[in-house]
């Protein structure tokens, strides 16, 4: 059992696209690291959004893992390397069909979900 984080991640307040196979998606963070906003932005998932939880523990210097559960069940695990800018997600749908992705991690300009 891990301790919750205390300190402010890399990537809080800030907004990050990922580009994978088929899927693309607009991760943003609030000024915490404690919530995300997403929205899936092109492939077979485009259109959906929301907003959920996270969880996130650093596994070295800029690479976070990020968790989160969303509102339809879907759950998605992210090792991110905001320095390197490149991402791991694995993503259990509401369907349940499993992915495992990965490609590179951009920051956006925009600061909130309706720039989106």
């Known amino acids: 059992m891990s301790t919750p984080n205390t300190s402010r991640p890399l990537f809080a307040g800030r907004s990050f696209r990922v580009d994978y196979d088929g899927l ?6 609030s000024e915490d690291g404690k919530t995300i ?12 959004s929301g907003e959920a939880q996270c969880q996130w523990q650093e596994v070295s210097d800029g690479v976070y893992a990020i968790s989160w559960q969303e509102a339809d069940g879907a759950t998605v695990v992210h090792i991110d390397d905001f320095i390197g800018g490149r991402s791991q997600a694995y993503f259990t749908a509401a369907d349940l069909g499993f992915y495992r992705m990965q490609g590179p991690l951009t920051e956006l300009a925009i600061q909130n979900a309706q720039d989106i």
């Open 37 to 48: 906003r997403y929205a899936i932005v092109s492939g077979a998932y485009a259109g959906a």
């Open 24 to 29: 693309s998606a607009h991760n943003i963070y």
